[in-house]
């Protein structure tokens, strides 16, 4: 692993494809997902890579959401498991919700290992390792899931998600809740509640926030994202040629 200075200007970005490396090398996150990071570098850049206001009151409201829900499940894949295992345990706790591990690009044995690290964490009944329902409407693989997890839960929420099994989860009737730095994406666009941020911050301001019983519209939300990004581009662009 490729030590990086805390002095290096970058040092959080890197620190973080340090963490997604050792991930693929142990065997935890698939090497598909350090595509999808590069991606959600990109519009973190756009967001100043930091946690803006429309970010906060998605996470103030999915956490809300959790805690009414009878439920909840928190669906754990292999870049979730390597950034922030050990917060998502800890949100896992506050919120007295299930984790289940439920992957894209599945296999028995990147379950047990993720099932493993996030117990190293303090979690117990990892759900995910005997799937005995299916999410309907999705290829074999994709749709496997836990019948007292994703299956019956009511509000899911699917961090750095597919966009056609979070179309399914919505498709079952499910409250979906995403964390996803692609206001675009279909995740973000299907979802209830979309927090757009790095996952890296946003678990970790769940855990601390208060909840919030405001109406919430997601749509209105992203567009207010997309108008964010799009000013700051304009801004870093006068800011370019005022140099
Ligand atoms: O571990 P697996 O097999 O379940 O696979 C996980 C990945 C992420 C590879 C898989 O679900 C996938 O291919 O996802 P997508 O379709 O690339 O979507 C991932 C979304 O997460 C994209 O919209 C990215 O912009 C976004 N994203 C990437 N990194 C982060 C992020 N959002 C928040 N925080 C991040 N650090």
New binding site residues.
């Given amino acids: 692993m490729t030590e990086v200075p805390e002095s290096h200007p970058r040092y959080e970005s890197l620190k ?1 494809r340090e963490d997604l490396v050792e991930g693929v090398k142990k065997g935890i ?2 090497e ?2 350090l ?3 590069g ?3 990109m ?2 850049y756009l967001l100043g890579e930091k946690t803006i206001p429309e970010a906060k009151r998605a996470a103030e409201r999915s956490v809300q959401l959790m805690k009414e829900a009878d439920n909840p499940v928190i669906s754990v ?3 979730v498991a390597a ?1 922030v295992p050990e917060n998502i345990v800890k949100l896992s706790k506050r919120l007295d919700c299930k984790l289940e591990v ?5 296999t028995d044995e ?1 379950i047990e290992k993720i099932v493993k690290e996030l117990e190293k964490h303090g979690a117990e009944d990892v759900l995910g390792k005997d799937p005995d329902a299916e999410i309907p409407n999705l290829d074999h693989d994709r749709a496997l899931c836990s019948e007292e997890g994703i299956y019956y839960s009511e509000v899911v929420l699917v ?5 056609d099994r979070a179309q399914a989860l919505k498709r079952m009737g499910k409250t979906v809740l995403t ?4 206001p675009l ?1 279909r ?2 666009k299907a979802a209830d509640v979309t927090i757009v ?4 911050r ?1 678990v970790p301001y769940m855990i601390e926030c208060e909840p919030s019983e405001e109406e919430f519209d997601n749509r209105e939300n992203l567009s207010s994202i997309l108008e964010y990004m799009s000013d700051r581009l304009l801004q870093l662009r006068d800011e370019d040629m005022a140099r």
């Avoid at 961090?159 to 966009?163: A, C, K, N, S, V």
């Fill in positions: 973080t996150t698939s598909a997902g595509i999808a990071h991606r959600g570098e519009f973190d894949n292999g870049n950034l439920n992957l894209f690009h599945r990147r961090p750095l998600e597919d966009g964390i996803d730095l692609n994406s995740t973000a941020d790095n996952i890296i946003a």
